[in-house]
């Protein structure tokens, strides 16, 4: 190795070694970022970690007709997205579909969905008073609350989907 060769690499190992030591400061731990509780986000179907809001399903309507209908169609009942209403009781006919209201087991799981991915162009961006608006709304439209119900963090978790116990072992749709 010559001396030019040498001294290069004496250089560039320093200029690494430097650049270590004044960027080693950078950023945080991530078991910090993963104790905090904005970065905490589940749900149970029980209801923790449910936030403080509320709303109805005139509300949600409003809210959905700007916001979901385009996808989703108006009164939810499907789009270039799938449905999110309707069919309620169909699981065990011989034509099964699989709207939210048929087929999911919580309500809980409903606000879970809407807060972490819609609008799909803007995940995050609704409020919990939007969403739980959203969530009267929806369940609303096949009778599994009354229009006028509002759901908050408490009344949410309370609300019994018509395919609660269609999930077990030995059951599986």
């Not at 993963?34 to 029980?46: A, E, F, H, R, Y």
């Not at 009164?75 to 034509?95: F, H, K, R």
Request: charged content about 15%; proline content about 6%.
């Amino acid at each position: 190795m010559s001396i030019r060769n040498s001294l290069l690499a004496l250089l560039l190992f320093a200029a690494h070694a430097y650049a270590e030591s004044e960027h080693q400061a950078l950023g945080r731990d991530a078991g910090e970022l993963t104790q905090q509780p904005q970065w905490n986000l589940t749900i149970t179907p029980d209801g923790r970690g449910l936030p403080v809001g509320h709303g109805t399903a005139a509300e949600g309507k409003k809210i959905f007709n700007h916001q979901c209908a385009s996808c989703h169609g108006f009164d939810a009942i499907g789009g270039s997205a799938m449905p999110l209403v309707g069919e309620v009781g169909s699981l065990t006919s011989e034509y099964p579909e699989k709207t939210v209201n048929s087929y999911w087991p919580y309500a809980t799981t409903l606000f879970d969905y809407i807060r972490r991915s819609m609008p799909p162009q803007a995940p995050y961006s609704l409020s919990s008073h939007q969403i739980y608006a959203l969530c009267a709304y929806i369940l609303s439209q096949d009778g599994i609350i009354e229009a006028d119900v509002e759901l908050n963090e408490v009344t949410l978790p309370q609300v019994t989907m018509p395919n609660r116990d269609g999930f077990s072992a030995t059951n599986s749709h």
